[in-house]
């Protein structure tokens, strides 16, 4: 769910199959339309553009800053801050320290995806507007929907109602601007 309230409202259209939300999709994205949003009980990639994630950007940012943490925590207490000379080895011994290091690199990366993927999905969360559709529950079932933005730029309250009609859905909600 691209955004908590839409503030400005939406259009919605309801679908019997999936080949009809992708159709409908197509043809509102071909008509100037570009805040659509899609919800269906399975997945339907198959044409509609999908949006990218920042997330493994993230992932690897923070994995990659948790490897050079785990590194500097080991120097600084073997190397800098109690250097022991045992047996002639190096306090700095880089093969000792790769092991932890590739360990703090995987639990940093783990831990930035498992969080990032809740801040992303923005989750939880337990109420939309869309709720309050009569029937919307069943997107999880059997329906397919079809949302519009009424902020979008090429949205009016004429005109968006008659384009979604003529994609022949099974009814047509207008949701009100939340707060």
């Given amino acids: 769910m691209r955004e ?6 939406a259009y919605l259209a309801e679908f019997d199959s999936a080949d009809a939300l992708t159709r409908a999709a197509h043809a509102m994205e071909e008509s100037g339309y570009s805040l659509l949003e899609t919800y269906s009980p399975v997945p339907v990639a198959h044409g509609l553009r ?7 950007i993230a992932v690897f940012i923070v994995g990659a800053l948790g490897g050079l943490a785990s590194y500097l925590i080991q120097w600084y207490a073997n190397a800098y801050s109690y250097p022991l000379d045992i047996g002639g080895r190096p306090s700095h011994a880089v093969p000792a320290f790769l092991i932890p290091t590739f360990e703090g690199t995987v639990l940093s990366a783990a831990l930035a995806a498992f969080f990032g993927f809740f801040i992303v999905a923005r989750l939880p969360q337990p109420y939309h507007p869309v709720f309050d559709i009569d029937g919307f529950e069943r997107a999880t079932v059997d329906r397919y ?3 519009i933005d009424a902020a979008d730029d090429r949205s009016s309250p004429d005109l968006t109602p008659r384009e979604l009609h003529r994609l022949d859905p099974l009814r047509v909600v207008r949701l009100e601007g939340g707060s």
């Avoid at 999908?50 to 493994?56: A, F, Q, V």
């Fill in 4 to 9: 908590r309230t839409w503030s400005a409202g």
């Fill in 50 to 56: 999908r949006s990218t994630s920042r997330l493994p």
């Fill in 145 to 147: 929907w079809l949302a």
